[in-house]
């Protein structure tokens, strides 16, 4: 199941970046852009929390560890934003920032265990080859 719900999750984002590329050519910046996509966001995960009453137990160690995912997102979203306002194109942009797979499939097989083989790392050299096309002028 996780092939399809990574295709929807792709569509999404697409889109999401496409609405970033336009609201800020139309005079918003990526902060404000951002303020409102997370203000509306987090009234879709309250209102899904509330429908199938997710329990929400944390402990303080997973806080820590969710505070920490929270910075990293605030600067991550600002700056790829950032870049799909800027670039000339902005899947320019979002191919660099893909590049993000390329360090979670080599630092998980470090921390997690997961397995990895040849065929799978000369798709990721392939990403990164592609991205580095993309860039060059």
Same mark, same amino acid.
């Given at each position: 199941? %996780? =092939? ?19 609201? /800020?050519? $139309? ?9 409102? +996509?997370? !203000?509306?966001? %987090? ?7 509330? /429908? +199938?009453?997710? =329990?929400?137990?944390? &402990?303080?160690?997973? *806080? !820590?560890?969710?505070?920490?995912? !929270?910075?990293?997102?605030? @600067? ?14 902005? $899947?320019?942009?979002?191919? #660099? ?7 979670? &499939?080599? +630092?998980?097989?470090? #921390?997690?265990?997961? &397995? @990895?083989? %040849?065929?799978?790392?000369? *798709? ?5 080859? !592609?991205?580095?096309?993309? +860039?060059?002028r």
């Amino acid at each position: 199941m %996780w =092939p399809l719900h990574a295709l929807v999750a792709m569509a999404c984002f697409a889109s999401m970046q496409l609405v970033f590329r336009h609201t /800020t050519r $139309g005079g918003l910046t990526p902060a404000a852009v951002l303020f409102y +996509v997370f !203000g509306f966001g %987090w009234l879709f995960y309250l209102l899904h929390i509330l /429908t +199938v009453r997710t =329990p929400l137990a944390l &402990t303080p160690s997973r *806080g !820590g560890l969710l505070f920490l995912a !929270g910075l990293f997102a605030y @600067i991550g979203n600002l700056y790829a934003v950032r870049a799909v306002a800027e670039a000339p194109n902005p $899947g320019y942009a979002m191919a #660099l920032v893909g590049l993000q797979a390329l360090v979670v &499939t080599l +630092v998980s097989v470090a #921390l997690f265990g997961a &397995t @990895i083989s %040849w065929m799978k790392i000369a *798709g990721v050299v392939l990403c990164l080859a !592609g991205a580095s096309l993309l +860039v060059t002028r």
